[in-house]
């Protein structure tokens, strides 16, 4: 079919200009979101979601302790929903945000009833639906509907929603939100830049493993990594922590394998050593960071300086979601429908619990 993955490759390539319209959605409710937060006072902020949104939260925060101060964490919608005991306790304190591109799946809105049945003290959503019944029960509800898509797989929808989230915590944290106004024109520069690196690596027929380290704000985002290169090329992937990966995983370390690391701008040091060591245990390597050392690895994505390492993440994800996109193409797959996969998980609220 000579269209395969139309979509998924439009909206991977016109991600910037749903960045642009999700930051401007951002601006026109920061004065309201600001005016709740102060309201509240959240002593914990829980983040939640399911598959990519989950990962998405992990990336979320993480960003949000680091950039406010305020105990973060994120656990799936499942989790919350089925053991509400272990994470629910103190949800009288807590901030509630559900994270969701379709605002219907049900064990985040199992996990956001749960934690109302728990007397949770506010509930805010990040969704691309805005008439979402997610969205329709959150006090806040912070939307990326520019992002919503065709393919099952999430692209824009992602990164917009990890926009939104980024904005979140920078504007709590009393960061300057004009630095994220030049994301999107930096997304699309590296988006014309790799496309011939993707492409020719997404062909290559001889990697059978395909490995995803990240640490920090960008854990979350290799796990996402990971996540689209299984749904839409079906190849053997996993996510480790940078460092995480000579704790064993390495065993699997050889000229079958490509490992991107995700370098942080605090570890990079550290992170570079674990390149340079699988590079000399045969295994191919592509870098995606700031300031990277030529030869560190095989192929590298250098993400533009001049940005702080808080606004990064969104960055990371564009060239990995095309990586994703060829080995699917050459593998004679269709990443618009996922094998096994729909848009949406829905259980029958019996089965949710
Ligand atoms: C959550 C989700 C996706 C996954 C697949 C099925 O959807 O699990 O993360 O990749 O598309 O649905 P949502 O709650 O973000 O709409």
Known sequence: MADRGMHTFQEIMNQP???????????????????????????????????????????????????????????????????????????????????????????????????????????????????SPLAKQSDIALLAAAAQEESVAQTRSFTSMLILAQALAAVVGGRDLSVMERLPAAASQILNECTGLMQKLGRRSDINHLVFLGSDYQWGIANEAMLKMTEMSLSFSNAFHFLEYRHGPMSMANDKVLLCGLLSADALIQES???????????????VGQSIEAGDSDWQIDLPKEFPDWTLPALYLPPLQLLAYYRALAKGLDPDNPRNLTAVVYLNVEMAG
């Open 17 to 131: 200009h749903a960045w642009v319209d999700a930051l401007q959605a951002f601006r026109d409710q920061q004065a309201h979101v600001l005016d709740a937060w102060e309201r509240i006072k959240a002593k914990r902020v829980l983040f939640t979601g399911c598959g990519s949104t989950y990962y998405l939260s992990l990336s979320a925060a993480s960003l949000f302790e680091a950039l406010t101060g305020v105990p973060s964490e994120a656990h799936p919608g499942s989790e919350i929903f089925l053991f509400p005991d272990r994470l629910l306790g103190d949800a009288a304190e807590t901030l509630l945000v559900t994270i969701s591109r379709s605002g219907t799946t049900t064990e985040t809105l199992q996990a956001q009833r749960a934690f109302r049945q728990h007397g949770g003290l506010a509930n805010w959503a990040i969704t691309c639906y805005p008439e």
């Open 273 to 287: 050593k674990v390149l340079r060591e699988m590079k000399a245990l045969h295994a191919f390597t592509l870098a």
